[in-house]
Structure formats: C-alpha cells, structure tokens
C-alpha cells in the first residue's frame, strides 16, 4: 500500500473537494484523482459519494478515515524523530577499514553519512580485520568492517555484527602448477608451498581454522601483510594462496593463475560495533549508512 495514496485519501476526506486537495498536495487535479481511483480499486472499496459541493466519504469512507490519519499521524512523527537525530547525533566516528574501498561501498557509505548527518565527522583507520575488531572491541574504534568465516559466532566475542555479503576465498596457484594441484585435496595441498599471512589476516584465521581441524601444518615458505604483495608471489611461483572470488576469477583471467577446484572456503563481510554500543546514537547512524549502501 502506498503512503501517498492514504495522504491522498485523508486530504480529499478533509477537503471534500479534489480542487483543494490537490493544491494542499502540491498535485495536478488529474494527478488526484488517479492516486485515488488506484487507492479504491486496491482495496476493492468505494470510499466517497457525490454530493454538490464535490466529494464526502461514504460509510467505508468513515470506517477507514480515523485509522488512515492515525497512520499518518504516526510517519509524521517518525519523520520528526529523524530530523531530530539528524541535528542531534554528532562528533567524530571512528570508522575501522578493511580492503578496498569498492569493496566496501565506502564512498555510497560516507556519501549517506555526510547527506543524513552532516555533524558527524568520521575519521578512517585502514587495518587488517582482526587489528579492526581489536580496536573496536577496545574501544579505540567506534564501528569497522570485519571479515571472518560464514558462521555464527564468526566475529570476535562481545561485538555486535550486521553481516553485510558473502563470499568464498579461493586456493589460488601459479601457473605452471597444474600438475601439482590437480584433483589434490587439502591434507595433499598442505604440503606444497605456502604464502602466508599475520594472525590478523583473515586469511590467517579462514586458513589455521581449516588446516587445524584436519591435524596438518601447512608448508609456509613466505609471509605478508599485503593482498597485493601475495598475488605478486603467487604469480611469481613462489606458493599459493587464497583469494577472494572475484580476484581469484580477475587473475586467473588476466595473468593465468590457478584456481584450485573444489577448494575454497565461505567467508563474510560484517559490520561491528561492541554489543552494549548496538543502540548508541553515533553507531546507530554508521550502520544505517552502512545498510543503505549494501541495500
């Protein structure tokens, strides 16, 4: 049901004239009148008789009146508690980043905040996702993107967390390694060379839980702290890696890499705050930005 239809039907109710009630409406006369033929034929009821001033509301017409004026009654109150914590919620947010930007929709993000609550000021902190939600849950950081595996309880104890997407990360190999990772599994993969990464990478975390549950230590050979730098070596040959679905799919494309059939693993991006800030006015407005930005 359309909001502007109900308007429509109050303001001709109250009016009793469609001339008026277009007018208070800022409507074309003819505009009117279809908004409300559309409203009665979806509700399969006649709301008005013709009288010789213009239009009355009928018996349904009552009937329906009082709850349509509590209805709108109700949106201008919450269009009002809106603007209220528009001018109200304001400060720095202390915002955690992970990755790329597209990735995180950051500008449709900040571009929301910076439009529905020009007062706030945030303020970026680029970092790997464990370092994020270490600082968020330490409350050096207000709000941040983590990433971490697709299931309950995939994010550190005490935050909250809105998942946002899910994806799969992708054992990624050079080139020339067909023959090596062919038709391997995980226990077999483990044992070849590896890129690795610090306990605050995601891939750290997705990779140790994996390799953890199945009793192997896996075959490090080089560490970074950098995406960019990983794909290099993999491209090199030095190991493998993981990669996140598109990236994998972009290099295997572009520069030939691997991509290791039937092993990958399932991921997601979540936003966070600690728990007892879920309600807090400054967090509220990050994951409402956050919302419309992934909506």
Known sequence: MDLKHIRTFAAVAREGNLTR?????????????????NFQESLDLTLFSRTAQGLAP?????ALLPS?????DALDDFQRAIGALRDTVQG?????????PEFLRLGATLQ???????KIRPTLRHGMSGTVGRLVKSGELDVGFFLGPQTAGGHPPGLHAQPLASFAYYVVAPKSWSAQVAGRGWAEVATLPWIWTPPDSVHHRLLSDKFDALGITPHAVAEVDQEASMLDLV???VGLSLARDSIALRESQASGLQLVKGLSIQAE????TLAARRDDALAAAAFAAVQAAFA
């Open 21 to 37: 009630a277009a007018e208070h409406l800022h409507l074309t006369q003819p505009a009117l009148s279809l908004q409300l033929k």
């Open 58 to 62: 009928n018996a349904d017409g009552r």
């Open 68 to 72: 349509a004026l509590r209805v709108l």
């Open 92 to 100: 720095e947010l202390r915002m955690g980043t992970i990755l790329d």
């Open 112 to 118: 929301y905040l910076v439009e529905h609550y020009p």
């Open 235 to 237: 491209r090199s040959g």
């Open 269 to 272: 991006l979540s936003f966070i």
